[in-house]
């Protein structure tokens, strides 16, 4: 599922560049090179008029422009059709999400009284030793985790919900920091991911986003369902 995510996502992207693209070099049209050959026509030298191989020559290359004018409608068409069923597709998909739980890109996660909640990222290379740092709603350092010895790739952390005292916290939002390094201690890379609940679905200039534990999420931005 997340493949087909990225895919449709992808494909939006490659097809919203080349309809820039396309637009951008639709300066010079058929219309106009005719209107350039007949004025060119209108006026040349009675003395020295266009010789017959160079009007067959630029009416062959305006014959050679006007198929090339059409491929490209024809492309553009192609491509409108892409986007409008690669939104549709989307659009469907989103709705199927409510109720079940997602992990997308992101770093704040709700907490609930007296329970534990998740913390995922991914790490680029194995790690010597790394440090999650969890923050509160107004950013005060809360909980400081270390860990050591974490290969490449995806990891999960339960956080008990408590403070480095001890003390069970309140139930509420809070964001998380991870640094790691490997063992020449140069930094390695870090994806923190949040995960919830999908309780309702929202759209944004035709795009879905996601409601998640109160949160939005884009669409574009989840990587993994259930």
Same mark, same amino acid.
């Given at each position: 599922?997340?493949?087909?995510?990225?895919?449709?996502?992808? %494909?939006?992207?490659?097809?919203?560049?080349?309809?820039?693209?396309?637009?951008?070099?639709?300066?010079?049209?058929?219309?106009?090179? =005719?209107? %350039?050959?007949?004025?060119?026509?209108?006026?040349?030298?009675?003395? &020295?008029?266009? $010789? &017959?191989?160079?009007?067959?020559?630029? %009416?062959?290359?305006?014959?050679?422009?006007?198929? =090339?004018?059409?491929?490209?409608?024809?492309?553009?068409?192609?491509?409108?059709?892409?986007?409008?069923?690669? $939104?549709?597709?989307?659009?469907?998909?989103?709705?199927?999400?409510?109720?079940?739980?997602?992990?997308?890109?992101?770093? &704040?996660?709700?907490? %609930?009284?007296?329970?534990?909640?998740?913390?995922?990222?991914?790490?680029?290379?194995?790690?010597?030793?790394?440090?999650?740092?969890?923050?509160?709603?107004?950013?005060?350092?809360?909980?400081?985790?270390?860990?050591?010895?974490?290969?490449?790739?995806?990891?999960?952390?339960?956080?008990?919900?408590?403070?480095?005292?001890?003390?069970?916290?309140?139930?509420?939002?809070?964001?998380?920091?991870?640094?790691?390094?490997?063992?020449?201690?140069?930094?390695?890379?870090?994806?923190?991911?949040?995960?919830?609940?999908?309780?309702?679905?929202?759209?944004?200039?035709?795009?879905?986003?996601?409601?998640?534990?109160?949160?939005?999420?884009?669409?574009?931005?989840?990587?993994?369902?259930?």
């Amino acid at each position: 599922m997340a493949d087909m995510i990225n895919s449709i996502n992808a %494909l939006q992207q490659s097809n919203s560049t080349q309809q820039s693209s396309k637009l951008g070099n639709a300066d010079m049209g058929k219309y106009e090179f =005719l209107q %350039l050959l007949v004025t060119q026509l209108k006026n040349q030298d009675p003395l &020295s008029p266009l $010789q &017959s191989q160079e009007f067959a020559a630029q %009416l062959a290359q305006f014959s050679s422009l006007e198929r =090339l004018m059409d491929i490209d409608t024809s492309l553009q068409q192609g491509i409108d059709a892409d986007m409008m069923l690669a $939104q549709t597709i989307n659009n469907t998909m989103a709705t199927h999400f409510i109720g079940k739980e997602v992990v997308a890109y992101g770093n &704040s996660f709700p907490l %609930l009284a007296g329970q534990s909640a998740p913390l995922s990222f991914e790490l680029a290379g194995a790690s010597k030793e790394a440090t999650i740092e969890i923050y509160d709603a107004n950013d005060n350092l809360v909980r400081t985790i270390k860990m050591s010895e974490l290969e490449k790739g995806r990891h999960t952390v339960d956080w008990d919900g408590k403070d480095d005292a001890g003390n069970a916290l309140q139930g509420g939002t809070y964001h998380f920091k991870i640094t790691a390094l490997d063992d020449q201690d140069n930094p390695v890379n870090v994806q923190t991911y949040t995960r919830g609940i999908v309780s309702a679905v929202k759209y944004e200039q035709g795009q879905p986003v996601l409601v998640v534990d109160g949160k939005e999420i884009y669409f574009g931005d989840v990587v993994q369902i259930g």
